[in-house]
């Protein structure tokens, strides 16, 4: 069988303008593969579970008999310690979880507008 003279440059063509649009789509076009959505999926879930979390997290700082001493303390803590100390206050447990959340403590301490934070 004979191919036409135009068929080799033709499928290499079509192979390049193949990876070019892909490359293309992929870098700024938008495109995602399922697994790269599921993740994006996945974060902004728990970002919004971290979110709805906070009022809970002022509500347990608020109902805290130490409040004052808790919150003094917070303040002298360096800003590099202060969300451990806050994740040691018990404020930032998720409830039914075990161990406190280091992103609900940094999201409370934003909440709580701490100085210097």
């Known amino acids: 069988m004979t191919f036409p003279e135009w068929t ?3 499928v290499y ?14 870098s700024w076009g938008g495109w995602t593969t399922a697994g790269g ?14 979110l709805a979390m906070v009022p809970v997290c002022l509500g347990l700082s608020e109902a805290d008999a130490e409040r ?18 806050m ?3 018990g404020w930032a447990t998720m409830p039914g979880a075990d161990a406190p959340s280091r992103d609900l403590a940094s999201a409370c301490l934003a909440e709580l507008e701490l100085d210097g934070s």
């Open 37 to 50: 959505a599921q993740e994006m999926a996945d974060n902004f879930a728990a970002e919004q579970v971290t």
């Open 87 to 89: 994740m040691e206050t």
């Open 13 to 26: 063509g079509a192979f390049v303008g193949a990876v070019t649009v892909s490359i293309i789509g992929f």
């Open 8 to 10: 080799k440059p033709g």
């Open 68 to 85: 004052a001493s808790i919150l003094a303390k917070l303040q002298e803590a360096s800003s590099f310690q202060r969300r451990t100390a």
